[in-house]
T-cell receptor
Framework: GAVVSQHPSRVICKSGTSVKIECRSL??????MFWYRQFPKKSLMLMAT?????????EQGVEKDKFLINHASLTLSTLTVTSAHPEDSSFYIC????????????FGSGTRLTVV | DQQVKQNSPSLSVQEGRISILNCDYT??????FLWYKKYPAEGPTFLIS?????DKNEDGRFTVFLNKSAKHLSLHIVPSQPGDSAVYFC????????????FGSGTKLNVKP
């Protein structure tokens, strides 16, 4: 089946630094990947849609200069949280859609970001 | 504006009994619905789905029911097992944007041995 690998699973960084999270589709090509954020006891919130070879599409209220998305290949999308602040601490999840699947899309295992 | 709602944040059932998780939606343009299961510190995994042209889909112990007139869907797990304890998200997809899914806030199911 379709597998999405997300790395790192957990990261702690200092305020003001940047953190990069990788999302890879392991056995399929994904022209589109999605980045979600989950707040405690809240739903998954779509942050942006990452399109291979073009600019990402951000949801309303998401700062594109703070959350940089790069989708340079059909199997890799990265999310960089720039100048991180404690309020950016959250659980970030990526997902990708395998063509022809009825399963919606496959999620990565998530990244727990803690900004201290 | 939450278009997909799961009004019960938690549910506790005894092993062997039926678990019923509910989900309501507001947008009549949703054409596809999915249930995901999520363990702590992991990404959600697909469980079962249903198209808007159906009212029931069954897969082993899991059955999803869709009531379009009421804009309501439910997930039935029977018999419930302790390993089913997790957070369950329902999600809906728009007819004209199949790449975008709207998620409910999740229901934490606890199946007691």
């Amino acid at each position: 089946g379709a597998v999405v690998s997300q790395h790192p699973s957990r990261v702690i960084c200092k305020s003001g630094t940047s953190v990069k999270i990788e999302c890879r589709s392991l056995d399929f090509q994904a022209t589109t990947m999605f980045w979600y954020r989950q707040f405690p006891k809240k739903s998954l919130m779509l942050m942006a849609t990452s399109n291979e070879g073009s600019k990402a599409t951000y949801e309303q209220g998401v700062e594109k200069d703070k959350f940089l998305i790069n989708h340079a290949s059909l199997t890799l999308s990265t999310l960089t949280v720039t100048s991180a602040h404690p309020e950016d601490s959250s659980f970030y999840i990526c997902s990708a859609s395998a063509q022809g699947t009825e399963y919606g899309y496959t999620f990565g295992s998530g990244t727990r970001l803690t900004v201290v | 504006d939450q278009q997909v709602k799961q009004n019960s944040p938690s549910l506790s059932v005894q092993e062997g009994r039926i678990s019923i998780l509910n989900c309501d939606y507001t947008n009549s343009m949703f054409d596809y619905f999915l249930w995901y299961k999520k363990y702590p510190a992991e990404g959600p995994t697909f469980l079962i789905s249903i198209s808007s042209i159906k009212d029931k889909n069954e897969d082993g112990r899991f059955t999803v029911f869709l009531n379009k007139s009421a804009k309501h869907l439910s997930l039935h797990i029977v018999p419930s097992q302790p390993g089913d304890s997790a957070v369950y998200f329902c999600a809906a997809r728009l007819l004209y944007n199949f790449n975008k899914f709207y998620f409910g806030s999740g229901t934490k199911l606890n199946v007691k041995p």
